[in-house]
Antibody, heavy 119, light 110 residues
């Protein structure tokens, strides 16, 4: 069974930094591209970032480019999202997901981790 | 403002059929596959339809997808109260070089 478990969320002040993690199991993590998708409270889904299976290629939404960095450690079956210069509009539940990159198709999703950005 | 346009809400009685539309442009739906996601209250989204009309293993055939030009449609037959959820369409936008979603449609089974 595919499992994706996010962690690292929590209240953070504007301008602060946070690192989210997503531990994967039940599939060949190192062969799959991965993604972060977020959902602001009461709002729709917003794609944030993709990373290729080997980690050599990364892609970002314009809204987070330069502030958020996606990475992965295939030896630990773990996906990361390093977040800097956080803004109130970054407040959301952050989901990790397996992705068919450049296709907008997200096959499996984690349960999400909430990141409230507020003073 | 979402790149893809969905109706905010739809409703129908148990046992009936409902369709949810998703409208885009040539840079997204017109030239890329469409996926659909179901988000039950308080849970993560779940892939319902991929490549316009294919169902992942375990998704009942009550759910169907279609695409024509720059629009896509999700159909649900034999509605059940457990189908009450938010439904999102998604695809790749070649001009934006980004995955894009519709704003979501809330399904109410009366």
């Amino acid at each position: 069974e595919v499992q994706l478990v996010e962690s690292g969320g929590g209240l953070i002040q504007p301008g602060g930094s946070l690192r989210l993690s997503c531990v994967a199991s039940g599939f060949n993590f190192s062969s799959n591209a991965m993604s972060w998708v977020r959902q602001a409270p009461g709002r729709g889904l917003e794609w944030v970032s993709d990373i290729s299976s080997g980690g050599g290629s990364t892609y970002y939404a314009d809204s987070v480019k330069g502030r958020l960095t996606i990475s992965r450690d295939n030896s630990k079956n773990t996906l990361y999202l390093q977040m800097h210069s956080l803004r109130a509009e970054d407040t959301a539940v952050y989901y990790c997901a397996t992705v068919r990159s450049r296709a907008g198709r997200f096959d499996y999703w984690g349960q999400g981790t909430l990141v409230p950005v507020s003073s | 403002q979402s790149v893809l346009t969905q109706p905010p809400s739809v409703s129908a009685a148990p046992g009936q059929k409902v369709t949810i539309s998703c409208s885009g442009s040539s840079s997204n739906i017109g030239n890329n596959y469409v996926s659909w996601y179901q988000q039950l209250p308080g849970t993560a989204p779940k892939l319902l339809i991929y490549e316009n009309n294919k169902r992942p293993s375990g998704i009942p055939d009550r759910f169907s997808g279609s695409k024509s030009g720059t629009s896509a449609t999700l159909g649900i037959t034999g509605l059940q109260t457990g189908d009450e959820a938010d439904y999102y369409c998604g695809t790749w936008d070649s001009s934006l070089s980004a995955a894009v979603f519709g704003g979501g449609t809330k399904l109410t089974v009366l």
